[in-house]
């Protein structure tokens, strides 16, 4: 007994041409450039749109400082629950090879409301990130310029306002024109900064390893399998804040996805590249984060991990005690070069899902147009680029706490669109879950428990937000700021939905994309 995909092969609905993979038969063609990048070219880019080396000095002070040297463990506990996703997109993917990625699959699963909503998520969180990324790349820029001149006063210009707006503005002008060029530029580009970052965090490992067994800081530890043990965290809350931490560290992988239409092998190689993506990050975290705890520790004073003074940036603190003053620039190098490799790739889900949003009707239709030479969703890119400056401009000139509590309701988005598509991918394929084991696990048991996990994470944060200690402590009515930021851009998003309904019905009635399962039959 073998089973057929009878599903219409179905393509561009101008052209004709017929999309590579299988797809469901309203799923539309948008006319991005086929076969613009392979498998290491989309590994590449998932990596560089998570920023590794920019994570890792933002968040691997904090994560020490919530769960202390259980900060490995906590790495490979936010590990988890993503892997679990990536399965999730790597099934969908192969099924319905959109762009459009988890609005796409969502809409297919539950219907358009639920997939207009998370769209919306996947769009605010990446416009929150794509600001943020371009204020630390413009903090390091001038950061970087203070070291190498030896002139405080040059570093001292990123606290003028109107500098650092611009500068900031500059960044964001120059990547949205690398990511509109398309997928060929965007590549080259990624290659060398995102190498750079790898070979100088592989430098630093080596040296903290190299001072840990000299025993160069007495505040550095000897290693113990204990650090790896998850249940050792002292607190509930702890091991929650830790976590929250750590599925941020990995947020970003999913842009390998965003790029199936413009894949070799669209219908495999955006997943397996999410894998490798996957894999490569949880290492470097687990080598980084090992090697810095054993030369430094992870206490609250001196260069331990967990002092509050130097936990948000560790590698400012750390790039001249542990490589010295020469090597020492390379990081903070590393630290710019990921910060705006990022800021570039990231342009690549937001734009590509606010494509698929207009080409299925759910956005208005000036935003499915496509570049004629570099095939890319060019009024898209453009408008992200323009949403991105104008968002971290007022944030910044309306108050810095506010700036630094929407990037913590950020973790609200990623939870909500990540869960989404892990149960889509469970109820899409729920015909399919008795045909195989493999099956069975891989379209559903991975997912909906990947997708738990997430939703734990979602309410659990939703919860601790309530308190106006979260985040940057401001209240609004004497509820925390990051509260009513996240919910706020979540109820901003049903109100824009209500709009584009009454402006757009047809794909609210189900007739541009619709509800479904792969059609499946079985044959002598």
Known sequence: MTQLDVRPPVGDPVSGAAPEGGADGDVRGKGLGKGSVGLVGSAVIGISTVAPVYCLTSTLGSTAGEVGVQMPAVFLAGFLPMLLVAFAYRELNKAVPDCGTSFTWTVKAFGPRIGWMCGWGLVIATIIVLSNLAGVATSYFWLLAGEITGNAAISALDDDKLVHITTCLTLIAV????????????????????????????????????????????????????????????????????????????????????????TTGSEKTPGRASLIAMLVLVGSYLATGIAAQMAVGSGTVGFGLGNPETSGNVFAALAGPVMGPALGILLFVAVLASATASLQTTFIPVARTVLAMS???????????????????????????????????????????????????????????????????????????????RDLFFKGVFPVLGGLLLAVVFFKTLIDMWNPSYGSGSTVLGVGSVFVIGVGLLALGLVVMFVTERRSPAFFRGEVLTKSTPALVVED
């Open 175 to 262: 990547a949205t024109a690398i990511s509109y060029r398309g997928m060929t530029a965007t590549k080259g580009v990624q290659y060398a900064l995102v190498g750079l970052q790898l070979v100088v965090l592989a430098i630093f490992v080596a040296m903290a390893f190299q001072k840990a067994s000299a025993g160069t800081f007495d505040t550095g530890l000897d290693f113990s399998w204990q650090w790896m043990n998850p249940f050792a965290v002292e607190s509930m809350a702890a091991f929650t804040a830790g976590l929250s931490l750590s599925i941020f560290m990995y947020w970003g992988w999913d842009a390998c996805l965003a790029t199936n239409e413009e």
């Open 359 to 437: 080409t299925y009707e759910a956005l208005p239709a000036s935003y499915a147009k496509v570049h004629p030479k570099f095939k890319t969703p060019g009024r898209a890119t453009v408008m992200a680029g323009v949403a991105t400056g104008v968002f971290y401009t007022v944030m910044t000139l309306v108050s810095e706490n506010v700036l630094t509590d929407t990037i913590f309701a950020l973790g609200l988005m990623i939870c909500f669109y990540y869960s989404l598509t892990a149960f889509a991918c469970a109820w899409y394929f729920r015909g399919d879950l008795r045909t195989s084991a």
